[in-house]
């Protein structure tokens, strides 16, 4: 009985230690910080842009220092006075898929990035980590936070236009997601919010958003554009628009994203986010998602709500493509000799850190493709863009196609450790 009361107090204490442990390095507000991230023939840099203070902290509050991904991106905060580490995350980012890219070639280049941060007490290190495909590192940056710098601007004093679409819990354990408007006019506004609800909808009708929906907060913020629709560059058509989104990111005629990332999060200043999607207005078929930076699609094309759910599958769930095709542009993205960091493909390197723990005994790897019905999860070769090497969970997924109707079983529990590690 004695023990048992021991261990009770044990478990009491770390309980206390770990509730009080954002209190201990943080205020309940946010510190912007903007980079750029360029690289030449030489070499790949990040430069300081600036750093902002902003009310409010949408965050998470536990598990500060655990990463919900090893990605391609890394931000790390260190109190200054001891070294130790206090807050961590990780993020993709366009700079680092450019890199890839035959446009890199003979050219130098700089791409705005900005994370959001809990807004330390002390003074503090905050390092930036870049990697390649292979996840070696090949930049990094260091500088310091010191709370009485007077050229560390606080904001937040006019709130944006905003409306909430659906209000699940406070927003201290709640997920925040912003959703954002994009070349919609003045004239076009209630157009917006009937397109921002059904993204909305749409996303917490899938499992296993479904499952939580007191887990979510989704606010619609407006932004007027000057021209309605975006840049459409195949065909020559440039508009004014309030995030200068375009389609044909890097010649991919579908790839619509924006590179004016610190527009879109002066946009948001006052409401709290953690997570961007942003409607761009135009019937042009495409969209983009990058890990714990933003999402954007089309509001206007038929394939509205199933891509809005993949790029978000993207964006928040850090899930890969699990779609494939000869001569996609994209083959060879993944080194064949190690493993991929998103949870839903596999070159089977190290399989037992993906789903093999969800796979029955006799599943035979790779699975079949006429054997799907059989195993709903197996190891189906193709995935990644690469019709071989790469292998993903499912024969059908919203990773893969715009017409199968959910996530596939993998995808779901990737998600659903997600929502716990951003709540519980
Ligand atoms: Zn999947």
Redesign the pocket.
Same mark, same amino acid.
């Given at each position: 009985m004695r023990l048992y009361a021991f261990v009770i107090a044990i478990v009491l204490v770390l309980n206390a230690k770990g509730a009080n442990r954002f209190d201990d390095f943080f205020a309940d507000s946010t510190l912007r910080v903007d980079y750029l991230f360029g690289a030449d023939a030489e070499r790949v840099s990040v430069f300081l842009d600036k750093q902002v203070k902003m009310p409010g902290w949408a965050g998470r509050r536990n598990r500060l220092t655990e990463l919900p991904y090893e990605s391609s991106g890394l931000i790390t905060m260190c109190d200054a006075a001891t070294g130790d580490t206090i807050y961590r995350n990780s993020f993709s980012s366009l700079f680092r898929e450019w890199l890839d890219t035959d446009e890199r070639v003979g050219r130098a280049r700089a791409f705005q990035n900005s994370f959001l941060l809990p807004l330390p007490k002390a003074e503090t290190i905050i390092n930036v980590e870049l990697k390649d495909g292979r996840l070696s590192t090949i930049a990094h940056m260091s500088h310091h936070y010191v709370p009485d710098d007077v050229l560390i601007e606080q904001r937040g004093g006019t709130k944006a236009e905003h409306r909430y679409l659906h209000r699940g819990g406070s927003v201290d354990r709640a997920i925040d997601v912003a959703i954002l408007s994009e070349g919609y006019t003045e004239a076009e506004r209630d157009s917006f919010y009937v397109h921002a609800q059904t993204a909305a909808d749409e996303i917490l009708r899938y499992k296993p958003f479904c499952d939580h929906p007191e887990n979510w907060n989704f606010v619609a913020v407006w932004v007027a554009s000057q021209d309605s629709g975006v840049s459409v560059p195949r065909i020559g058509e440039w508009r004014n628009t309030s995030f200068s989104s375009h389609f044909s990111t890097f010649y991919s005629d579908r790839y619509l994203t924006t590179d004016r990332i610190f527009d879109v999060h002066d946009a948001l200043v006052s409401v709290p986010y953690e997570h961007i999607i942003i409607l761009a207005n135009t019937e042009e078929y495409g969209g983009g998602g990058i890990y714990n930076s933003y999402m954007l699609t089309s509001s206007r094309h038929h394939t509205f709500k199933p891509v809005c759910v993949h790029e978000f599958?993207h964006s928040f769930g850090g899930?890969g493509d699990?779609y494939f095709y000869e001569g996609d542009l994209m083959e060879g993205s993944y080194p064949l000799d190690i493993e991929p960091w998103e949870p839903?493909i596999t070159t089977l390197v190290d399989f037992d850190s993906k789903w093999k723990q969800l796979l029955p005994d006799d599943t035979p790897v790779p699975t079949l493709n006429k054997d799907a019905k059989k195993y709903p999860v197996g190891v189906y070769e193709g995935g990644g863009y690469s019709t071989k090497g790469v292998y *993903?969970?499912?024969d059908e997924? *919203?990773? *893969?196609n715009n017409t199968y109707p959910e996530?596939?079983?993998?995808?779901?529990a990737?998600l659903e450790r997600l929502i716990e590690f951003y709540t519980r």
């Open positions: 599958g899930l699990e839903n *993903r969970p499912a997924c *919203r990773m *893969r996530f596939c079983p993998v995808c779901v990737a």
